[in-house]
């Protein structure tokens, strides 16, 4: 896979016309390469023969449940799995969760807010590493300059040092530029799986952040906020070796 939209995404869920509903999204998002299932044999059956690179599973099918399932596709492999289903109980996002899953979201959905979640998800898997370019190089903010190894900031003679967190943030952003990054990807690069909670603390590291690299923090031209979704780092963010 050379590009995200070239991904084979295997739909699970027993309602015709909600299969029908996630393939047209996709299908509008460019993701061409999709296959369905209406229940475990089936969903099984197409693992096996598809080889998807990522799996949107509901919860309750009419001859099992996704839980069940999703265990015995990670005896197969690690694909990335984002459970849909109308079940948002706490219980069940966290079995979910603690099963491995890569994201639960509770129908009803924004179709928007489907296709972020699913991007930032093969966005991780897949491309994160690749897109990772040598250490001693610097991204250029403007007038400021950030070295990416020490985490350091310089702006003439001044030198300002980033945090841990502010620098993982700085690198998520970096390596999906131009593109919007979801809260909870941001929150999972800082925290790990365990990031639930720590709405409010990243948007204190985003503050902080911005007053380290931005001009005019109030007023941001690099670290860009998308109302309701994440935040995004201006494309004109450029590196040089």
Known sequence: MNH????????????????EMLKNILNRRGFLRI???????????????????LVILDVMLPDGDGFSLM???????????????????????????????????AKPFLPEELVLRLTAVLNRT???????????????????????????VLQGEKETALTAKELALLKKLYENRGSIVTFDALSDAVWGENYYGYENTLMVHIRRLREKIE???????WLLTVRGLGYKLAKGASKQP
């Open 35 to 53: 296959r369905t299932a209406p229940d475990c044999e089936t969903a099984e059956e197409q693992f096996h023969l598809f080889e998807p690179e």
């Open 126 to 152: 897949y491309f994160s590493r690749l897109r990772r370019e040598p250490e001693n190089q610097e991204l250029v903010l403007g007038e400021r300059t950030v070295l990416l190894e020490s985490g350091t």
């Open 71 to 105: 265990r015995r596709l990670r005896l197969l492999s690690d694909v990335p799995v984002l459970f849909l289903s109308a079940r948002d109980e706490d219980n069940d996002r966290l079995l979910g969760l603690g099963l491995g899953a890569d994201d639960y979201i």
């Open 4 to 19: 995200i939209h070239e991904a084979r995404i295997l739909l699970v869920d027993d309602h015709p016309d909600i299969l």
């Open 215 to 221: 001009e005019q923090p109030s007023r941001p031209v």
